[in-house]
């Protein structure tokens, strides 16, 4: 006997669902990359721990926006090149962003950005790696 809900009534409102589910994840994970950027902008002296905040949530909603871009272009299936070519494009874009939020610090702005990124990627892999460890 057939008892389960047909997929065209439980479609639209999984799909909602998981939508708004991956939303908020977004959403949070956006949140804690932004403040351990901005630590280590703090770190490097980029700027006050306020300034270098607000700095680290404008890089990182600037990079996820194109990062989302390359996730549904999908250039490659590999996901590790996705990921390689993901950290290159967030370095180039946040490095952007901090030198319009300061223009006089240009090599610091890049060092900056190398530094935030590699500890935000660092963050998003360790997981990863200590379950597939």
């Known amino acids: 006997m057939f008892t389960s809900i047909p997929y065209d009534v439980a479609g639209p409102a999984t799909l ?25 902008m703090l770190l490097f002296k980029w700027g006050t721990f306020g300034r270098s905040l607000l700095a680290s949530l404008l890089m990182n909603v600037t990079s996820t926006i194109f990062g989302g871009v390359l996730i549904v272009v999908g250039f490659y299936s590999d996901p590790y090149i ?15 962003v901090l030198m319009l939020m300061k223009r006089d610090g240009r090599i610091r702005n890049w060092i900056v950005s190398l530094a935030a990124n590699s500890a935000s990627y ?9 379950l597939n460890a």
């Not at 660092?122 to 200590?130: A, D, E, M, R, S």
């Open 122 to 130: 660092l963050i998003i892999l360790l997981p990863i790696l200590l």
């Open 82 to 96: 996705l990921l390689a070519i993901g950290f290159v494009l967030s370095v180039v874009i946040e490095g952007g």
């Open 16 to 40: 909602v669902a998981v939508a708004a589910f991956s939303f908020a994840a977004l959403i949070v994970l956006t949140i804690v990359i932004s403040v351990a950027e901005a630590v280590v």
